[in-house]
């Protein structure tokens, strides 16, 4: 069974940082697609960050040069370092992961990514 827990939310004045993990277990593929969703209170769902198992990352513009998306490999831990946030920041945090296409990228839509954890609250005060 794959599982995917999200852990290290909480709530943080504007200008703070966090780090939010995912530690993800029963996942037996090799190339894989992981991603950091978002949502904010009476928004749709957005896309945050993208990592892939041979390295290659990409952020929202939002998000970019405040936020850092990385692995550790040998815990199978996904990781969302936050930085300089701002109120506007403030939701529920997902990871999900997914199987990466052969011989193409990994796709920012929802539907790359089969299996999600159970979201995270983040809450950035001004």
């Known amino acids: 069974e794959v599982q995917l827990v999200e852990s290290g939310g909480g709530s943080v004045q504007a200008g703070g940082s966090l780090n939010v993990s995912c530690a993800i277990s029963g996942y037996g593929v090799t190339a894989v697609c992981m991603r950091w969703f978002r949502q904010a209170p009476g928004k749709q769902r957005e896309g945050v960050a993208l990592l892939d198992s041979y390295g290659s990352l990409s952020y929202e513009d939002s998000v970019k040069g405040r936020f850092t998306i990385s692995q550790d490999n040998a815990k199978s831990i996904m990781y969302l370092q936050m930085n300089s946030l701002q109120p506007e920041d403030t939701a529920t945090y997902y990871c999900?992961?997914?199987?990466?296409?052969?011989?193409?990228?990994?796709?920012?839509?929802?539907?790359?990514?089969?299996?999600w954890g159970q979201g995270i609250e983040v809450t950035v005060a001004s």
């Open positions: 999900a992961v997914g199987r990466k296409p052969t011989g193409t990228t990994c796709r920012r839509e929802e539907w790359q990514y089969k299996y």
